[in-house]
């Protein structure tokens, strides 16, 4: 009994599947049949053609059309009337083409207004825009080298860009002039080189070179560049040195945008007796804070290989607020490149000073191997002084300079 009944829904849901798709053939014909009497009815039996004054060629055309024809009209040309404007240009070039005719016989090549053949260079186009404040040549004889930075921070990587340098020294008129850069402190201890396009004392380098350093570690480093002049047998003589520390907020602000810095020379200043320290200072009043980057040593009577370190002491009047040390470097002439920050109120200024110390580590006592201490008059004279006002004068820049170390005596003076 069970199987007459299954057959009978079979056929039932068979029937009514086919009834229904029947229906929808049936609506989907009509429907385009109804599509295609509209399209036909807005088609005119004669098509206008506009007014012109030159003959048009009009085919025969039938009032009605079959299925498969296509209506095709052939487009009117309009005959413009020329400007007088037009004219003379046209006239002009009919001149020039008598007077230049291999201008236009050029393969391969369009000739413009200014008879610049496609394909040309055009050099006024590629120049770099001379403003005077970037662009600008320094004062008396210091050397001024320009370069763009750019810090990745997906990729990790540091983008350097050399551009170019000006008021180079005579020695180095018809002599090749390198930049050596390197990041520092880094494991890695080989350099880039960047090489001059063209001899003399206003050279271009147009190079980029790509550091990979972390994100975690850039706050760290330091941009070391160093330029040279080859001379005789191929000798690099030192021309001058910038060392530039690196901060990720800095480099975010500064993204791409050309700088520049003044080359410190080596001969600027004789070494002193006890050897001479390079710093960098900056006061930002707003956040009563008190930068002080140690770059560099050089020419210390060290007392054994143990290496050196700086201590950085922040004094008000006769009480030391605050100690801090850099790590510790080895050699005579010794990099740091580290940043300390002391919190200074603007009221405390005129009051307050750094004192420098340069020790050797050891079992029993720190070796003193000189101090330098650079504040306001109350303090210090001389470079100290001027570095100290430069510092407070310029809130938007690090000041950097080279001090002659003092002897332990200088300290007892002091305490």
Sequence with gaps: MADPLVALACGLSAAFLFLLLFGLSVYLLWRKRRTQALYWGLIPATPTIPRCTTPVLQTSQSS??????VPFFVPPRFKRTPQPNEEKEEREYAEEWELHPDLHTQRGSVTLGSWFPLGSIRPDLYQLPEEPSEWALPDGSAVRLWFALR???EREQLVVSLLRAANLPGLCQGNVTLVKLQLLPSDDRRHRQAKARRKGCHPQFNDTFVFQVSNSCIDQCSLKMNMYTVVH??????IGQAMIPLRLSELK????KVQWRDLDSESDQPLSKNGDI????????SLHRLTVVVLRARGLQ???DSGVCAQVSLKIHTHVVRNKWTTVAKGNNPSFNE??????LPMQLDTACLTLQLQQPST??????GIVVIGPFMYARGRELEHWNDMVSKPQELVRQWHPLGSADTLQELQ
Excluded at 64 to 69: C, E, I
Excluded at 278 to 285: A, D, E, F, H, K
Excluded at 339 to 344: H, Q, W
């Design 253 to 256: 602000e500064t993204a791409g």
């Design 302 to 304: 060290c007392c054994s």
């Design 339 to 344: 940043r300390l920050t002391f919190r200074l």
């Design 364 to 369: 029993e006592e720190p070796v003193l191997l």
């Design 278 to 285: 390079q710093v960098s200072l900056n006061y930002n009043q």
């Design 151 to 153: 810090y990745q921070q």
């Design 233 to 238: 047998q191929k000798k690099h003589h030192l």
């Design 64 to 69: 009605s059309y079959g299925s498969g024809d």
